[in-house]
């Protein structure tokens, strides 16, 4: 974990006169955003002690430098001891504001403090989950980077009330309550940062299980051509785009990016001139332009009944988050049929998949076939770190999974300081996809099984296998990280394909 130099000025002036400590050397350089007084410079000269070095930022460059430069406050393993329970915790409910600023806090309560530190330290590794699991031994607490969850801290037992008690408070749900699931949410603000966090308690054994969802809402705002997708596979997704109706189906397990990409979809139809809709579970970004429903099973709002009601709203595009049952696939197909373009998620392990999973829920063949008009599988693999991976020369079991000559070199991950000693950094795209002609149309139609359907949707383009292969040569990903995430016998060629092949 690395430690960062805990700042000299204090952040609350930072951000309110807008100059930020760059480099704190025997002439200090300090940032100063364009429009701020430059009258704080002299009170900033006092607080150093020091000769000033100004250089100008943009609004947009000192939120993201303030971010850096405040957030790497490590986090500390405290004994339970030390911690004792904020008073009057009830009533912090109300003064907790909209979007409360992680970095601008003026209580020093141990509780508040870890918390704080906690996600501030997640959302400088890039975190998407954060765990807080208690046991009888003690408190874990483990951070899902690049999707491999890792242990951050472990703490005392006896402050796992005092933890859950107060993440309850800021989510805005029942302290007392301790028996039931609970969700909720967390509007923050880190820096110039805005984030939401997803809250979702559990009890258990030893305590209440709680699981933090870190949502970058920049994340929402991801082009379709920054996913990572090849010029065929966005060629294919683009066109499907532009049809007026039909349905879009993607597929993969759950955290592989499948909300992500239907997005990055929308972003590129939210064009003011059509009525987007959707209605998910739950909502994870707030997209300007595009009307957003959430599903409440408590009190009737499902899938089903939520998209019979958008689609009296008059839509030109609806996204239903995911297809469960029969009735809501027969709802979205009966929504292609009569003139909307229908984008969701099904959970399967291929593109062909997503054709006998609805048949399997009841949709009739032909309906399908004149309805579906692209499928997506997709998977997330760990980039190898540039700084640190190594080239090794494959041995004959590698040799046999990838394909390859026995002896032809491949890369590993090796681990240094830049990836935090896990041999990867920042994860890249897996996709395959299926675009629906007449010759697929007929095979749906006529009921053909998986096997008949690849071989002729995959005739020209790449499946995961083929992606997930070249990956591994190109040195992009490790044989390991490409064999986690997909099938065990997926990385290797079929046996018609040339051994020593790359795929584009």
Same mark, same amino acid.
């Not at 430098?65 to 030390?82: E, K, W």
């Given at each position: 974990?690395?430690?960062?130099?805990?700042?000299?000025?204090?952040?609350?002036?930072?951000?309110?006169?807008?100059?930020?400590?760059?480099?704190?050397?025997?002439?200090?350089?300090?940032?100063?955003?364009?429009?701020?007084?430059?009258?704080?410079?002299?009170?900033?000269?006092?607080?150093?002690?020091?000769?000033?070095?100004?250089?100008?930022?943009?609004?947009?460059?000192?939120?993201?430098?303030?971010?850096?430069?405040?957030? *790497?406050?490590?986090?500390?393993?405290?004994?339970?001891?030390?911690?004792?329970?904020?008073?009057?915790?009830?009533?912090?409910?109300?003064?907790?504001?909209?979007?409360?600023?992680?970095?601008?806090?003026?209580?020093?309560?141990?509780?508040?403090?870890?918390?704080?530190?906690?996600?501030?330290?997640?959302?400088?590794?890039?975190?998407?989950?954060?765990?807080?699991?208690?046991?009888?031994?003690?408190?874990?607490?483990?951070?899902?980077?690049?999707?491999?969850?890792?242990?951050?801290?472990?703490?005392?037992?006896?402050?796992?009330?005092?933890?859950?008690? !107060?993440?309850?408070?800021?989510?805005?749900?029942?302290?007392?309550?301790?028996?039931?699931?609970?969700?909720?949410?967390?509007?923050?603000?880190?820096?110039?940062?805005?984030?939401?966090? !997803?809250?979702?308690?559990?009890?258990?054994?030893?305590?209440?299980?709680?699981?933090? /969802?870190?949502?970058?809402?920049?994340?929402?705002?991801?082009?379709?051509?920054?996913?990572?997708?090849?010029?065929?596979?966005?060629?294919?997704?683009?066109?499907?785009?532009?049809?007026?109706?039909?349905?879009?189906?993607?597929?993969?397990?759950?955290?592989?990016?499948?909300?992500?990409?239907?997005?990055?979809?929308?972003?590129?139809?939210?064009?003011?001139?059509?009525?987007?809709?959707?209605?998910?579970?739950?909502?994870?970004?707030?997209?300007?332009?595009? *009307?957003?429903?959430?599903?409440?099973?408590?009190?009737?709002?499902?899938?089903?009944?939520?998209?019979?009601?958008?689609?009296?709203?008059?839509?030109?595009?609806?996204?239903?988050?995911?297809?469960?049952?029969?009735?809501?696939?027969?709802?979205?197909?009966?929504?292609?049929?009569?003139?909307?373009?229908?984008?969701?998620?099904?959970?399967?392990?291929?593109?062909? *998949?997503?054709?006998?999973?609805? /048949?399997?829920?009841?949709?009739?063949?032909?309906?399908?076939?004149?309805?579906?008009?692209?499928?997506?599988?997709?998977?997330?693999?760990?980039?190898?770190?540039?700084?640190?991976?190594?080239?090794?020369?494959?041995?004959?079991?590698?040799?046999?999974?990838?394909?390859?000559?026995?002896?032809?070199?491949?890369?590993?991950?090796?681990?240094?300081?830049?990836?935090?000693?896990? *041999?990867?950094?920042? /994860?890249?795209?897996?996709?395959?996809?299926?675009?629906?002609?007449?010759?697929?149309?007929?095979?749906?139609?006529?009921?053909?099984?998986?096997?008949?359907?690849?071989?002729?949707?995959?005739? !020209?383009?790449?499946?995961?296998?083929?992606?997930?292969?070249?990956?591994?040569?190109?040195?992009?990903?490790?044989?390991?990280?490409?064999?986690?995430?997909?099938?065990?016998?997926?990385?290797?060629?079929?046996?018609?394909?040339?051994?020593?092949?790359?795929?584009?």
């Amino acid at each position: 974990m690395i430690t960062l130099v805990n700042p000299t000025l204090p952040y609350g002036f930072a951000k309110r006169h807008g100059v930020i400590l760059l480099d704190a050397g025997e002439i200090a350089l300090i940032g100063l955003r364009e429009g701020a007084d430059p009258a704080a410079l002299v009170e900033t000269r006092r607080a150093l002690g020091r000769p000033l070095r100004i250089e100008r930022l943009s609004q947009a460059d000192f939120d993201r430098r303030l971010s850096q430069v405040y957030a *790497g406050d490590h986090l500390n393993a405290a004994d339970g001891d030390d911690l004792d329970m904020p008073s009057g915790l009830g009533s912090l409910i109300d003064d907790i504001p909209a979007a409360a600023d992680l970095l601008d806090t003026a209580d020093d309560a141990p509780v508040i403090r870890l918390i704080n530190g906690i996600i501030a330290e997640a959302v400088r590794a890039g975190a998407s989950d954060i765990h807080l699991e208690p046991f009888e031994a003690a408190l874990t607490v483990r951070m899902r980077v690049d999707g491999v969850l890792r242990e951050a801290l472990s703490l005392n037992p006896r402050i796992t009330p005092l933890l859950v008690s !107060r993440i309850k408070v800021m989510a805005r749900l029942d302290i007392a309550e301790k028996r039931v699931p609970q969700d909720g949410r967390i509007p923050l603000a880190l820096g110039g940062k805005t984030l939401d966090v !997803r809250v979702s308690t559990l009890p258990s054994r030893a305590g209440e299980r709680v699981v933090l /969802r870190i949502l970058d809402k920049d994340q929402a705002e991801l082009k379709l051509d920054q996913l990572g997708m090849t010029g065929e596979t966005l060629d294919a997704f683009r066109a499907a785009l532009r049809e007026p109706n039909g349905i879009i189906l993607v597929t993969g397990p759950t955290g592989s990016g499948k909300t992500t990409s239907l997005y990055a979809g929308l972003s590129l139809l939210n064009d003011s001139t059509r009525n987007i809709l959707t209605v998910e579970d739950p909502v994870e970004y707030a997209i300007d332009g595009v *009307g957003q429903t959430q599903v409440n099973t408590k009190v009737g709002m499902t899938f089903a009944a939520g998209l019979r009601a958008i689609l009296r709203q008059d839509p030109d595009v609806v996204m239903v988050g995911e297809i469960r049952d029969v009735e809501t696939a027969g709802i979205a197909v009966q929504a292609s049929l009569t003139g909307h373009l229908v984008l969701s998620t099904v959970h399967t392990n291929d593109a062909a *998949g997503a054709v006998t999973r609805l /048949r399997d829920m009841g949709v009739e063949p032909f309906l399908l076939a004149s309805t579906l008009r692209l499928i997506v599988a997709q998977r997330l693999v760990r980039r190898l770190c540039p700084a640190c991976r190594r080239s090794e020369p494959a041995d004959a079991a590698t040799a046999r999974l990838i394909g390859v000559r026995t002896g032809q070199p491949v890369w590993r991950a090796h681990g240094c300081d830049r990836c935090r000693q896990t *041999g990867y950094v920042g /994860r890249v795209g897996l996709y395959e996809v299926i675009a629906v002609d007449d010759r697929i149309r007929r095979l749906i139609a006529a009921e053909a099984d998986e096997e008949a359907i690849n071989a002729v949707a995959f005739e !020209r383009m790449d499946t995961l296998a083929r992606r997930a292969r070249a990956f591994v040569l190109s040195g992009l990903t490790s044989v390991e990280e490409a064999v986690r995430v997909t099938r065990r016998d997926a990385v290797a060629l079929p046996d018609d394909a040339p051994a020593g092949e790359v795929a584009a």
